[in-house]
């Protein structure tokens, strides 16, 4: 007799669509936040650097305690994540929006940077009071476990597409006025100085008036997908996740997990693949719009950015085929796509292992997620801030329109040769790792005996 499933359809979409916030803001803040610091807000590297990194440190550690307050919140009307993810919309939106208002010029640089310093954070910590409760959700879609990986399936399908939403949406609308800002900087000879001093001020009037247009657009799609998500889901518990509270202090819950060894490891394997992709990530948006001499296609190589790969060294030296170009990286992104998810559809697993073996300590799913989610996070801040101050260091100065050889050389090495060496490490770790599809039948026999 066939197994009848226990989650429709229409909730696995409304699931997936929750994914949609986190990736497609994160894209466009991996893409374009420090294109934006540098060249809009014209901070020093040095500031944008300690921003971004400052930032997404502050983050990192929120994680792990908003999953822990996550994981202590009783079981309310409405559930025990979802109220998480409802609360903190409106204070996303918001802070997600006020991070693309640019300063006026008089502003002191001390202020301007506590100003984009405080945005970034507060809307970091809003975000993961979202990401952290959503992930979480996984474990409480109701059905079988083969509802579960379907469900993972579709968020992930969405999720991809949030990434090209994001990025896409962004570069269509900045990326017109990026060009011309690049244009400006070989205007000819006999141009009047005056006349070129102004079409530069006027370009770059416009383009911070563009993100602050794309900010409200994206900030409509992230309440909209947080809407569809809160009212076409509802939790469901189960025999490994009765969504109760948990009773156990921090130290003592933070001990368990840590030395589950299956999930350590992953999260080790995790660190080295997300660190290389969003080194890559950045220097691929910077290295297209500045040194690659292709600004002025900007807005085709936002639409193919989400599938960058960081093994084709062959990327670093076509910069003027365009068509070659994307062939290059599509081919790249097929292979980083399976790198990338793969983790995350390995972590489901990796919890219900640890319950198995510890009956006795339930209730700890958003604390498993949020460190993973920390993991993820921290390589991002350690690669925005590696990338901005290897550009700091290489001699980068904002406004400049010509670049000497060493910044040029400074993003191809973090391009490739910095990245690939980080998935080496990475795929070496996966290969390791204990719970193979032996282990995953025998969890599933397990699982059905309990009911």
């Known amino acids: 007799m066939a197994e009848k499933s226990g989650l429709p359809l229409c909730r696995k979409i409304c699931y997936a669509v929750g994914g949609i916030p986190y990736q497609m803001t994160g894209n466009a803040l991996g893409f374009f936040l420090q294109i934006f610091l540098l060249d809009v807000v014209q901070l020093e590297p040095f500031h944008a650097s300690l921003i971004i990194f400052l930032g997404r440190a502050w983050d990192a550690v929120t994680d792990p305690a908003i999953g822990f307050l996550v994981s202590k919140s009783p079981r309310r009307k409405y559930g025990k994540l979802i109220p998480w993810i409802a609360c903190s919309m409106p204070f996303g939106v918001l802070c997600y929006c006020m991070m693309w208002f640019t300063l006026s010029d008089a502003t002191p640089a001390s202020l301007k940077f506590l100003w984009y310093l405080f945005m970034y954070s507060f809307f970091q910590t809003c975000m993961t009071c979202h990401h952290v409760p959503y992930s979480s959700l996984t474990m409480f879609l109701g059905g079988t476990q083969r509802d579960r990986d379907s469900a993972t399936a579709y968020?992930?399908?969405?999720?991809?597409?949030?990434?090209?939403?994001?990025?896409?949406?962004?570069?269509?609308?900045?990326?017109?006025?990026?060009?011309?800002?690049?244009?400006?900087?070989?205007?000819?000879n006999e141009t009047l100085p005056n006349a070129s001093t102004y079409s530069l001020t006027d370009s770059l009037e416009n383009t911070r008036r563009a993100y602050v247009f794309a900010s409200l657009v994206l900030g409509s799609i992230y309440c909209l997908s947080c809407l569809i998500l809160i009212f076409g889901?509802?939790?469901?518990?189960?025999p490994l996740s009765p969504l109760g509270k948990v009773e156990l202090p921090f130290a003592s819950c933070l001990r368990m997990i840590v030395g589950h060894k299956p999930y350590t490891q992953l999260l080790c394997g995790f660190l080295f693949a997300s660190l290389a992709f969003q080194i890559t990530q950045g220097i691929f948006a910077f290295f297209c719009t500045h040194a690659a001499g292709l600004a002025g296609k900007f807005q085709?190589?936002?639409?193919?950015?989400?599938?960058?790969?960081?093994?084709?060294?062959?990327?670093?030296?076509?910069?003027?085929?365009?068509?070659?170009?994307?062939?290059?990286?599509?081919?790249?992104?097929?292979?980083?796509?399976?790198?990338?998810?793969?983790?995350?559809?390995?972590?489901?697993?990796?919890?219900?292992?640890?319950?198995?073996?510890?009956?006795?300590?339930?209730?700890?799913?958003?604390?498993?997620?949020?460190?993973?989610?920390?993991?993820?996070?921290?390589?991002?801040?350690?690669?925005?801030?590696?990338?901005?101050?290897?550009?700091?260091?290489?001699?980068?100065?904002?406004?400049?329109?010509?670049?000497?050889?060493?910044?040029?050389?400074?993003?191809?090495?973090?391009?490739?040769?910095?990245?690939?060496?980080?998935?080496?490490?990475?795929?070496?770790?996966?290969?390791?790792?204990?719970?193979?599809?032996?282990?995953?039948?025998?969890?599933?026999?397990?699982?059905?005996?309990?009911?």
Not at 233 to 238: A, C, H, L, M, Y
Not at 337 to 359: E, G, H, I, K
């Open 233 to 238: 889901v509802r939790e469901q518990p189960g």
């Open 300 to 451: 085709h190589l936002v639409l193919i950015m989400l599938l960058i790969m960081p093994a084709l060294v062959a990327v670093t030296q076509v910069t003027h085929n365009f068509l070659a170009f994307v062939f290059l990286v599509i081919m790249a992104g097929c292979s980083m796509a399976v790198l990338y998810l793969l983790p995350w559809s390995m972590l489901p697993d990796t919890v219900d292992d640890f319950m198995l073996r510890n009956p006795s300590c339930l209730n700890l799913e958003a604390l498993f997620y949020s460190f993973y989610v920390f993991f993820n996070k921290f390589a991002g801040g350690l690669a925005v801030g590696i990338s901005t101050l290897s550009l700091h260091f290489a001699g980068y100065h904002a406004g400049d329109c010509t670049y000497n050889p060493s910044v040029i050389l400074t993003l191809q090495l973090l391009m490739a040769p910095v990245p690939i060496s980080l998935l080496l490490i990475a795929i070496i770790i996966f290969c390791l790792h204990p719970i193979n599809e032996e282990r995953r039948k025998q969890m599933r026999m397990e699982m059905e005996a309990m009911g």
């Open 155 to 188: 968020r992930m399908g969405m999720e991809v597409f949030s990434t090209l939403l994001g990025s896409g949406i962004q570069g269509q609308i900045v990326g017109s006025y990026h060009a011309r800002m690049m244009n400006g900087c070989y205007v000819s």
